[in-house]
Every structure is written in structure tokens, then in C-alpha cells.
Nanobody, 116 residues
């Protein structure tokens, strides 16, 4: 069973930064893509950023382009989400996702709160 463990969430002031980590129990090369989603209260879960399992090709939602960066450490089987210039509207539970030929795996989520 694939396990994804997120860490790095917390409370940060507007314009601050956080780095989320997602450690996978298997090699990230075995996944087609890995990504970060978020879900704010009363809203649907949305894709924030995604990276291919075998390359550095990435995708970002328009709302985070230029502020967030997704990256990977193959040796640690870990994917990161560097979040800069955070805004109150970035407040949400952030979930790590891994996709393998249409089968999705999810982490437990980590809360990010942006507030002064």
C-alpha cells in the first residue's frame, strides 16, 4: 500500500513562506505524476501544482503561478511545494497526491493558515 506523508504546514503571516514536504513509501519514479491539491472550507478540492514522476515537467494553477514551486528529491522519494508570498486565500488543507495509471493515492493532509 502506497503511503504519502505530508509535513510542513502551519500558521504564517501574509507575504510569508512555507515549504511542504510529501514523503512517499515508494520510488517517485513509479508514479506518473505527483502533485499538491488543496481544499478550503466550503470549497472543492483543487489542483495546485503537479510534477511528472519521471521528469521535472510541472504544472501550476493560475492562482499560484510565480509564487509556488514544486520540486522533487528522487533519493529521498520526496516532493516539495515551496510557497512564497502567501495570501489569506491560500488558507486550506493541502494534500499530496500520487497517480499511477489512473489510480490515485492521497496523504492525510496538512493545514496551511495564512493570517495576520
Amino acid at each position: 500500500q502506497v503511503q504519502l506523508v505530508e509535513s510542513g504546514g502551519g500558521l504564517v503571516q501574509p507575504e510569508g513562506s512555507l515549504r511542504l514536504s510529501c514523503a512517499a513509501s515508494e520510488s517517485i519514479f513509479s508514479f506518473n505524476t505527483m502533485g499538491w491539491y488543496r481544499q478550503a472550507p466550503g470549497k472543492e478540492r483543487e489542483l495546485v501544482a503537479r510534477i511528472r514522476g519521471s521528469s521535472s515537467t510541472s504544472y501550476y494553477a493560475d492562482s499560484v503561478k510565480g509564487r509556488f514551486t514544486i520540486s522533487r528529491d528522487n533519493a529521498k522519494n520526496t516532493v516539495y511545494l515551496q510557497m512564497n508570498s502567501l495570501k489569506p486565500e491560500d488558507t486550506a488543507v493541502y494534500y499530496c497526491n500520487a497517480d499511477r495509471y489512473g489510480t490515485g493515492f492521497w496523504g492525510q493532509g496538512t493545514q496551511v493558515t495564512v493570517s495576520s
